[in-house]
């Protein structure tokens, strides 16, 4: 079957002050790829996907997301198209339970003017909620203050949150940040659940995490594009094992 693709970027730059955050990015994403993208701090990762979900503007380049040129497109409109992001630091609403929590989300991605006109739009909000919450193993905590979940189950609320668009691609900002091994395994688990109906985009610096989820690996330097390919592909470059793995033993 011919690779589907989803996301593409072309030239992609963003500067700041002279500094070349990202230089130049010419990337594709394939429709149903779990794609982890990793480099060393100040590569510009979070820049990049940053430009990807419309939160900053380019200097230069063109982003298009399901055959569509999006670069001007503001997030909350990319949102709409099906383009979710979660953030590196857990970005919830503490003093709200995890339902309410992931029914904001389910709200925005249904249009609030469209649920005024509809007499069932709160219990479609919250059926789409619950059903994201009970996807990633919140079932059990609906009711609970997300403020006083542990910090792995606060990272799923956002997980949640993200479903509950109904997005064509998740893009997974340093997921596994603070959490233990423990939850890291969940983690994991619930991305590969997620794979099977969204395209994922995991920007990682954990590599036992990207070597177990990624079918491929796209590595940042300096705002480039370092190298591409698969785990083992990446593994073995020399010029990766340079920039940021370490030499091999």
Same mark, same amino acid.
């Given at each position: 079957m011919a690779e589907v693709t989803l996301l593409r970027t072309q030239g992609l730059a963003r500067h700041f002050d002279g500094i070349k955050a990202v230089d130049g990015v010419d990337f594709t994403l394939h429709q149903g790829e779990i794609r982890?993208?990793?480099?060393?701090?100040?590569?510009?990762?979070? %820049? =990049?996907?940053?430009?990807?979900?419309?939160?900053?503007?380019p200097s230069a380049g063109r982003v298009e997301f399901a055959g569509r040129d999006v670069t001007g497109l503001p997030a909350h409109k990319r949102v709409r198209m099906g383009l979710a992001? *979660? =953030?590196?630091? %857990?970005?919830?609403?503490?003093?709200? %339970?995890? +339902?309410?929590?992931?029914?904001?989300?389910?709200?925005?991605?249904?249009?609030?003017?469209?649920?005024?006109?509809?007499?069932?739009?709160?219990?479609?909000?919250?059926?789409?909620?619950?059903?994201?919450?009970r996807s990633v193993g919140l079932g059990e905590m609906l009711g609970e203050t997300a403020g006083t979940l542990a910090y792995?189950?606060?990272?799923?609320?956002?997980?949640?949150? @993200?479903?509950?668009?109904?997005?064509?691609?998740?893009? +997974?900002?340093?997921? *596994?940040? @603070?959490?233990?091994?423990?939850e890291i395994a969940n983690f994991n688990a619930v991305v590969r659940k997620v794979s099977e109906t969204a395209t994922v985009l995991l920007i990682e610096h954990n590599m036992d995490v990207v070597m177990a989820l990624a079918d491929r690996i796209t590595v940042l330097d300096q705002g480039r594009v370092l190298a591409e390919g698969t785990p083992a592909e990446i593994t073995a470059s020399a010029a990766v094992q340079a920039a940021y793995l370490g030499e091999p033993a």
């Open positions: 982890a993208i990793i480099g060393p701090n100040g590569a510009g990762k979070s %820049t =990049f996907v940053g430009l990807l979900s419309g939160r900053i503007k992001y *979660t =953030f590196q630091i %857990t970005n919830i609403y503490k003093e709200m %339970t995890v +339902l309410e929590n992931v029914a904001i989300a389910a709200q925005n991605r249904l249009r609030p003017n469209m649920l005024r006109r509809n007499p069932g739009g709160e219990a479609e909000i919250e059926r789409v909620a619950s059903e994201a919450a792995g189950h606060q990272r799923l609320v956002e997980v949640a949150m @993200g479903l509950a668009q109904s997005p064509r691609l998740l893009i +997974l900002d340093e997921p *596994t940040q @603070g959490l233990s091994d423990g």
